[in-house]
Nanobody
Framework: QVQLVESGGGLVQPGGSLRLSCAAS????????MSWYRQGPGKQRELVAA???????DYADYVKGRFTISRDNAKRMLYLQMNSLKPEDPSVYYC????????????WGQGTQVTVSS
């Protein structure tokens, strides 16, 4: 069982930056595929960035060059540094932990709201 708690969301002006954090419980954090998703109003949840236990990273095209995912296995933390935020970036951002097997399981945090407005 893994519990995830996101933090760091808030209101930022266009072009600004935020750093999201995800604190994970559990003894085997390091083996999980960790990801950030987001869901805007009336939209489906979509993948923002993912990082494997081995450090392989993948980004959605719309955040490449602006967002950086990282993890600290010793602290059981996942981060998302978001720079050059755009008006289309506001969403609830969710942390996800996926157990590396054919059937998961997957765990979700409660989400943290990011608002971009001048």
């Amino acid at each position: 069982q893994v519990q995830l708690v996101e933090s760091g969301g808030g209101l930022v002006q266009p072009g600004g930056s935020l750093r999201l954090s995800c604190a994970a419980s559990g003894h085997t954090f390091s083996i999980y595929l960790m990801s950030w998703y987001r869901q805007g109003p009336g939209k489906q949840r979509e993948l923002v960035a993912a990082m494997t236990s081995g450090g392989t990273i993948d980004y959605a095209d719309y955040v490449k060059g602006r967002f950086t995912i990282s993890r600290d296995n010793a602290k059981r933390m996942l981060y998302l540094q978001m720079n050059s935020l755009k008006p289309e970036d506001p969403s609830v951002y969710y942390c996800n932990a996926l157990y590396p097997s054919a059937t998961g399981p997957a765990y979700w945090g409660q989400g943290t709201q990011v608002t971009v407005s001048s």
